[in-house]
T-cell receptor
Framework: ETGVTQSPTHLIKTRGQQVTLRCSSQSGHNTVSWYQQALGQGPQFIFQYYREEENGRGNFPPRFSGLQFPNYSSELNVNALELDDSALYLCASSSRQSYGETQYFGPGTRLLVL | SQQGEEDPQALSIQEGENATMNCSYK?????LQWYRQNSGRGLVHLILIRSNEREKHSGRLRVTLDTSKKSSSLLITASRAADTASYFC????????????FGQGTRLTINP
């Protein structure tokens, strides 16, 4: 158990809809990162939030957006869902005190877009 | 884009044998981390090795890092059925955001 929780665990949406995924970080951690993992692939970095600001973004379009709250929990929002957005979405929390801190992952939210 | 490339993509061994997985990457890194994933669930952190380290141990795990060859290996000794999982290496080369770049993983099966 990492102390990182995500909700919901599973979600089914249709193309064009919008979705919000949630993540609660481990106690004491101020940084949350989001990753997308397609079936059979390794996770790909979407973006990272530190102290409520986006602090780095991967190669994902603007319809992927996020928020971080004062308690360091976070949301990932995806607008105009496409079939290829079907994936496991993972959040990871860490303490950004120096470079190279371990990221602790939650169990993920499995999204299916029909 | 995937920076790390794991080798082999799949590995099947008998319980009690040792399992070795390799990871190669392309750019200079701050550190390299190994994670385990069971059946498409969350990632479990196994070990972090910094760029100035050459070897680390944690229980039955041994990780080596060769920055001149841009490669790392994960050795699991005395394997158990519970070690069956996918194993990923992830590199952190970022300045600022802690962006992990994952390979496609090695699927390890331990046969009883």
């Amino acid at each position: 158990e990492t102390g990182v929780t995500q909700s919901p665990t599973h979600l089914i949406k249709t193309r064009g809809q919008q979705v919000t995924l949630r993540c609660s970080s481990q106690s004491g951690h101020n940084t949350v990162s989001w990753y997308q993992q397609a079936l059979g692939q390794g996770p790909q970095f979407i973006f990272q939030y530190y102290r409520e600001e986006e602090n780095g973004r991967g190669n994902f379009p603007p319809r992927f957006s996020g928020l971080q709250f004062p308690n360091y929990s976070s949301e990932l929002n995806v607008n105009a869902l496409e079939l290829d957005d079907s994936a496991l979405y993972l959040c990871a929390s860490s303490s950004r005190q120096s470079y190279g801190e371990t990221q602790y992952f939650g169990p993920g939210t499995r999204l299916l877009v029909l | 884009s995937q920076q790390g490339e794991e080798d082999p993509q799949a590995l099947s061994i008998q319980e009690g044998e040792n399992a070795t997985m390799n990871c190669s990457y392309k750019t200079s890194i701050n550190n390299l981390q190994w994670y385990r994933q069971n059946s498409g669930r969350g990632l479990v952190h196994l070990i972090l090795i910094r760029s100035n380290e050459r070897e680390k141990h944690s229980g039955r795990l041994r990780v080596t890092l060769d920055t001149s060859k841009k490669s790392s290996s994960l050795l699991i000794t005395a394997s158990r059925a519970a070690d069956t999982a996918s194993y990923f290496c992830a590199t952190d080369a970022s300045e600022g955001a802690q962006k992990l770049v994952f390979g496609q993983g090695t699927r390890l099966t331990i046969n009883p």
